[in-house]
């Protein structure tokens, strides 16, 4: 029996001056093909024009199209859900504190001394052993946030040492991860986390020392680049595998103070130093008058021109590439078993700590031993559209594999429905472009070296 088949709805096709990229947002696929590439590239001018018939090369097949009466949101949604809703696979937030040692001009949050009960800390340690015993745990992951979590550094290594006894039982793979400002990370403090499942890091870095020291600096104004700069030359030095994404928030000043920051990267650090380009917003600080910001498309532009620079010095932007990948979009908050727990002991979805955002996003509690929260408050965070059925907009955008409608869940139970869309997605295939030409120079270069 013939199948009948037609392009992918997810598949797009991009053409630039030495060739096209085409990419599939459901399947992640994503090939260059260089305009020498005379036979492949008529298959994807009959790929274009959906003479799929006259296609005969079996990948391009494969990858950009499917059987023809395959109904694709409905396969996709059903392999979301699958994959999605696995109690076997637990991630934790924790937030011990709200203190920090900085005084960022854009903070959005409110340090009032805020640090995690003891008590508190044994509930957490109970109810991740009694979420294991009634769910089977196979995968289990902690992020440390704050605040700034180095302050609470003896809960960090308590509650380490404690689920790693744990789970070195059990047979549960586990590891860990931090979000932290990177001042307190001693040489110290560094081989304990890296002796004990910390895989990742992200710190923030705003440009150079001009302006990191101006927008980050420590409480009372003293400088903090060259400080977080050390730690990372003594992260370097340690043999083992980790990731630590540096993360740049960036406004038009830092833009144009970048280039210091990419040197230290590219000429003292290694490859496991990546990148992530995120705009600076006024999040509710209360010197959000005292700065300024790019609006949304200038923003999306700026970020494009920065991933431009980091691939030119062969700096690697890993989370603006993965952010591409399907369902890489999802922010935790509407991942089911991705909940926060805050230094009052709350369980949230999101991480944000706000008077009118508890009143959503609190969802339950963590006392006596186990993690209890209200299914309805769960069910709006963690269902795409927070309900039965996808928001239409979802259901004819080529991005739903990427984000499922979950790009920001807590904005959408907040604006009663309305979504907020990733300004970056209008850029998409030009930063792809990008993510090739990363990969491609990778190649060279290791090709020239053998």
């Not at 950009?64 to 949101?73: A, K, L, Q, R």
């Not at 590891?175 to 895989?199: C, P, Q, V, W």
């Not at 600080?285 to 991933?307: S, W």
Request: proline share 3%; hydrophobic share 35%.
């Amino acid at each position: 029996m013939v199948i009948s088949m037609k392009k992918s709805r997810y598949t797009v096709i991009f053409d630039v001056e030495d060739g096209c990229l085409v990419y599939n947002t459901c399947n992640g696929v994503q090939a260059f093909i260089p305009s020498s590439e005379f036979n492949l590239m008529q298959n994807i001018d009959r790929l274009r024009n959906g003479q799929i018939d006259r296609i005969d090369n079996e990948t391009i097949l494969q990858a950009f199209c499917v059987n023809d009466e395959v109904d694709e949101i409905a396969e996709f949604m059903a392999k979301y859900y699958s994959e999605s809703f696995d109690p076997t696979n637990l991630n934790l937030i924790i937030m011990p504190n709200n203190m920090c040692n900085f005084e960022c001009i854009y903070c959005f949050q409110d340090h009032d001394k805020k640090h995690i009960s003891d008590q508190m800390v044994e509930n957490i340690i109970a109810a991740v052993k009694d979420y294991h015993y009634k769910h089977g745990l196979k995968q289990f992951y902690i992020e440390w946030f704050g605040g700034e979590p180095m302050l609470s550094f003896s809960v960090i290594q308590y509650v380490t040492n404690e689920l790693n006894a744990f789970f070195d039982k059990q047979g549960v793979n586990y590891h860990y991860g931090m979000t932290t400002n990177g001042s307190l990370l001693t040489s110290e403090k560094i081989d304990y986390l890296l002796a004990n499942r910390f895989d990742f890091f992200q710190i923030t870095v705003d440009g150079g020392p001009q302006t990191h020291n101006h927008y980050r600096p420590y409480v009372g104004g003293r400088p903090s680049w060259e400080d977080i700069a050390n730690n990372l030359r003594y992260m370097k030095t340690i043999i083992a595998d980790y990731n630590v994404t540096i993360r740049v928030n960036f406004n038009d000043e830092i833009f144009e103070d970048l280039n210091s920051l990419l040197d230290f990267i590219s000429s003292e650090l290694d490859k496991r130093f990546t990148l992530f380009f995120h705009g600076i917003g006024k999040w509710g600080g209360k010197n959000d008058d005292n700065f300024d910001i790019l609006n949304e498309n200038v923003e999306a532009l700026t970020r494009l021109l920065l991933i431009r620079d980091s691939v030119e010095r062969r700096i690697l932007p890993k989370l603006n590439f993965d952010f591409f990948d399907p369902m890489n979009r999802v922010c935790y908050a509407g991942r089911p078993y991705h909940f926060v727990i805050g230094s009052d002991g709350k369980l949230r979805k999101c991480s944000e700590e706000t008077e009118e955002g508890d009143t959503i996003n609190v969802i339950g509690t963590v006392e006596n031993g186990q993690f209890e929260f209200d299914r309805a408050k769960w069910s709006a965070f963690v269902l795409p559209g927070g309900g039965a059925t996808l928001h239409q907009q979802c259901i004819q955008c080529i991005h739903l594999p990427i984000c499922c409608g979950q790009a920001c869940p807590k904005n959408r139970v907040k604006n009663g429905g309305k979504y907020d869309c990733p300004t970056d997605f209008s850029l998409m295939s030009e930063i792809l472009y990008e993510k090739y030409k990363f990969m491609s120079a990778l190649y060279n270069d290791i090709k020239t070296s053998l």
